[in-house]
């Protein structure tokens, strides 16, 4: 048997903030700050600690200008991995990191990062296992072991914390990487209710659009998995509310995919996503290698992979004139906090600059960019596969 093993993405699902490599350092680590009143209106983690979030304050002119990024980490499956999960830093206070410092689309290093470099920074470790999305009101004890599904609840209680500061934001951004992505696309059009009309908004999702699609063998892989999430978190309440009242009941578990949440979405949103996202092949496709080491079927599957995704990513390539996009070919996920932010180009144009050009509206028509197929990109080769073992 062929095994793929993704070093933290197997793990714990997706990327979390630790995990990236070949990232510039900020100079002043950022600190953690508790929210402990939050406790008492349900605004809890999966064990029932406090909720929190790091803030590095902006800089000259972005002094009131804002980004917020929602942490990736995957989600928990079911009740015993959610039981598991609690006693981590994906689901527990206990055991976030005093300080962080960020890179990337977060960096206040204004060589690597020109356009954002001076902007508030608020970065939300992910504690609830379903993208900040659970919403239910009694604890679940399971095995001896309480658990709450409270996500969008902590979502609250930080957008209230900072409400003071968020009412004089001129700029506003939500983010997330994995799934902190998909986050950014359930949550996109949330921010806006809880910031002044007068602020420019949009919404940045990486490595968030996973996609509802048949595994290699034509079997439902990922689906049923992100079905239990959903009902079990009861998340309906936590997700894009147009989504849930165009949706059938027995449906309403699509608006956790962000291929079924895009058309609903009203807000500016930029989605920066690999087609070959090295998540969704084992986890979604259940590919179990990547090129080169990939024969017969498994070769067959990873050549059929692009076609599938860009058929699902057709609402952001349909989108309207506020949608924009960067989809590369690189084998990688989460792009936006490492020094692919930088680097990674698509017909000659920088990641970076792809979206600084989108957000700004600096030239018409610029802002959506999709990569050529594999391996067709040459400022993918040093990055790829980072964070990526085998075992045959």
Request: proline share 6%.
């Amino acid at each position: 048997m062929k095994v793929i093993a993704l070093l933290v993405l197997v793990a714990v699902g997706c990327c979390h903030a630790a995990s990236f490599p070949h990232r510039r350092v900020q100079a002043v680590p950022t600190p953690l700050t508790l929210l402990p009143d939050a406790v008492a209106k349900g605004a809890v983690c999966l064990d029932g600690t406090a909720p929190g979030y790091y803030w590095r304050p902006g800089t000259g002119t972005g002094k009131n200008k804002w980004i917020v990024h929602q942490e990736g980490g995957g989600w928990c499956y079911d009740e015993d991995s959610c039981v598991d999960r609690s006693k981590s830093r994906l689901g527990s206070s206990k055991f976030f990191p005093k300080t962080m410092d960020f890179g990337g689309f977060l960096s206040d290093d204004c060589t690597a990062n020109p356009d954002f470099c001076t902007y508030n920074v608020v970065f939300l470790p992910y504690c609830d296992g379903a993208s900040f999305s659970g919403n239910k009101d009694t604890p679940l004890v399971w095995k001896g072991t309480t658990l709450y599904f409270r996500g969008k609840r902590v979502l609250d209680a930080i957008f209230e914390a900072l409400a003071e500061h968020f009412s004089t934001a001129e700029e506003f951004i939500l983010t997330g990487c994995s799934a902190g992505g998909l986050a950014t696309y359930l949550h996109a059009d949330y921010p806006p209710t809880k910031l002044p009309s007068t602020t420019k908004y949009a919404a940045i999702a990486d490595a968030g659009y996973f996609i509802d699609a048949l595994d290699e063998d034509g079997q439902q892989f990922i689906r049923p998995k992100y079905q239990y999430v959903y009902k079990m978190q009861n998340a309906s309440s936590g997700v894009n509310q147009r989504c849930i009242n165009s949706t059938a009941t027995e449906d309403q578990w699509k608006c956790f995919f962000a291929q079924y949440t895009m058309p609903h979405i009203t807000s500016r949103f930029f989605a920066l996503n690999s087609q070959y996202d090295t998540w969704q092949l084992p986890n979604i496709l259940n590919l179990h290698c990547l090129p080169p080491k990939c024969q017969g079927k498994d070769a067959a599957a990873f050549a059929g992979w692009r076609a599938t995704f860009l058929a699902a990513f057709q609402p952001v390539l349909n989108g309207s004139a506020s949608t924009g996009t960067f989809a590369d070919a690189c084998l990688t996920h989460c792009q936006s906090m490492s020094n692919a932010w930088s680097e990674y180009k698509i017909g000659g144009q920088l990641m970076r600059e792809t979206f600084a050009d989108w957000y700004f509206e600096r030239t018409a028509g610029k802002g959506r960019e999709v990569d050529d197929p594999y391996p067709s990109n040459p400022s993918c080769a040093h990055h790829d596969m980072e964070g990526i073992n085998y075992v045959v």
